[in-house]
């Protein structure tokens, strides 16, 4: 179960999954009605999973929304738990796996009743702050209640659970596949000016603001360039424009938003830093094992997943979180020193033998699966 089709990090991660032809189980996907497959284009016609339309679109929800709209979020997800029930035979199903916190709160509603096997994937931490107040609320009445296992994204995900998920809960962490090829050797980009990025979609809490304003800060715009690889998902086109008219307001001359690519790996090669700085704690950072697998110096914010991929100035660096001065002066730093950054892509390659694949990741999966079918039939 996915209660989008965006090309965000869940959404790709599972498609990833369903790709992989060696996963060892059978799939149906159940996806809101949409005007396109999106992230999961593709999936049905390889064979890989057969895609069930279910209901209706999901209107995007904001951790930062007001309380009427976090209740219409709620309305929706029973209108679509009554869709699912209607449109799905739940029950020849050896176990349901819902992809996400919005699209788990739906399914679980649907469940009610049945004894099929609920597996919940943690793909964002379960905070006030990640899922809003109301959100919260319903994921721990409603969710918490009905799944049999949780898969998380990262140590620093499965924490938000583990004090209050019940003895009786299994957390399993599962970081997500990487999606590219694992570089065998360092490999500088060809440009001209050296290139900073970051590969997210934009996002207020994936820190495109805060690298903006670290970069002019920097003094760098005259002698770097600034990329940002991915688009607006999720309803926030507000936030992009934002962005591209901040570029004006900050008076920098060499900054690019080349959108969403299908080629990360070619988009992450034409980089020379690599940044994540989300805002609020990154659950897993994605982009980071991504950065780590092209053998690339990374810049990150000292919480969250990428801490658990990261030793500082060993494979990155770590620095303050939403600390925009800390920040500046990485960038200076890594910039000003092609040593560093030499050293860091080297110890970079070493480590990405132990990145997640789609293999890894779908055998992993297939245990969990197995252990919920044992839980619920004993």
Same mark, same amino acid.
């Given at each position: 179960m996915d209660?989008?089709?965006?090309?965000?990090?869940?959404?790709?991660?599972?498609?990833?999954?369903?790709?992989?032809?060696e996963r060892g189980w059978?799939?149906?996907?159940?996806?809101?009605?949409?005007?396109?497959?999106?992230?999961?284009?593709?999936?049905?016609?390889?064979?890989?999973?057969?895609?069930?339309?279910?209901?209706?679109?999901?209107?995007p929800a904001s951790s930062s929304g007001p309380v009427m709209r976090a209740i219409r979020v709620f309305a929706a997800a029973l209108r679509q738990a009554r869709a699912l029930r209607a449109t799905v035979a739940v029950d020849e199903y050896d176990v349901i796996h819902a992809n996400?916190?919005?699209?788990?709160?739906?399914?679980? =509603?649907a469940l009610i009743g049945t004894k099929v096997p609920l597996v919940v994937h943690l793909r964002d931490q379960v905070t006030a702050e990640a899922l809003g107040a109301v959100g919260l609320l319903a994921f721990r009445a409603v969710v918490m209640r009905r799944a049999h296992f949780l898969i998380a994204n990262s140590q620093a995900t499965a924490s938000t659970v583990v004090g209050w998920a019940g003895r009786d809960r299994r957390v399993t962490v599962i970081p997500s596949p990487i999606g590219i090829r694992v570089a065998d050797e360092v490999r500088e980009s060809s440009n001209e000016l050296l290139t900073i990025g970051m590969?997210?979609?934009? +996002?207020?809490?994936?820190?495109? *603001? #805060?690298?903006? *304003?670290?970069?002019?800060?920097?003094?760098? !715009?005259?002698?770097?360039?600034?990329?940002?690889?991915? !688009?607006?998902?999720?309803?926030?086109?507000?936030?992009? @424009?934002r962005l591209f008219a901040l570029v004006g307001e900050l008076r920098l001359e060499?900054?690019?938003?080349?959108?969403?690519?299908? !080629?990360?790996?070619?988009?992450?090669? +034409?980089?020379?830093?690599?940044?994540?700085?989300?805002? @609020?704690? *990154?659950?897993?950072?994605?982009?980071?094992?991504?950065?780590?697998?092209r053998g690339k110096p990374v810049i990150a914010a000292a919480e969250g997943g $990428?801490?658990?991929?990261?030793?500082?100035?060993?494979?990155?660096? #770590?620095?303050? $979180? @939403?600390?925009?001065?800390? #920040?500046? *002066?990485?960038?200076?730093?890594?910039?000003?020193?092609?040593? =560093? @950054?030499?050293?860091? +892509?080297?110890?970079?390659?070493?480590?990405?033998?132990? =990145?997640?694949?789609?293999? +890894?990741?779908?055998?992993?999966?297939?245990?969990?699966?197995?252990?919920?079918?044992?839980?619920?039939?004993?």
């Open positions: 209660h989008s089709v965006e090309a965000g990090g869940a959404e790709l991660a599972l498609a990833r999954v369903l790709e992989n032809e059978i799939a149906d996907l159940a996806i809101p009605c949409a005007d396109s497959d999106g992230a999961f284009a593709g999936i049905d016609s390889v064979g890989s999973a057969r895609i069930i339309r279910v209901g209706a679109p999901q209107a996400s916190s919005r699209s788990a709160l739906y399914t679980a =509603l590969v997210a979609r934009l +996002s207020k809490w994936k820190g495109q *603001e #805060l690298l903006l *304003e670290a970069f002019r800060r920097s003094g760098l !715009d005259k002698r770097a360039k600034l990329v940002f690889y991915g !688009d607006a998902a999720f309803g926030e086109d507000q936030y992009a @424009r060499n900054v690019e938003f080349a959108g969403f690519v299908s !080629d990360i790996e070619a988009a992450i090669d +034409s980089l020379d830093i690599c940044v994540q700085y989300s805002e @609020r704690p *990154e659950p897993l950072g994605q982009n980071i094992l991504q950065y780590l697998a $990428p801490v658990e991929w990261i030793v500082n100035d060993v494979t990155g660096l #770590l620095i303050e $979180p @939403r600390n925009i001065n800390a #920040l500046a *002066e990485a960038l200076t730093r890594m910039s000003h020193d092609a040593q =560093l @950054r030499q050293r860091l +892509s080297e110890a970079a390659i070493t480590v990405s033998s132990s =990145l997640p694949t789609a293999a +890894s990741v779908s055998s992993e999966m297939a245990q969990v699966f197995r252990s919920a079918i044992r839980v619920e039939r004993n």
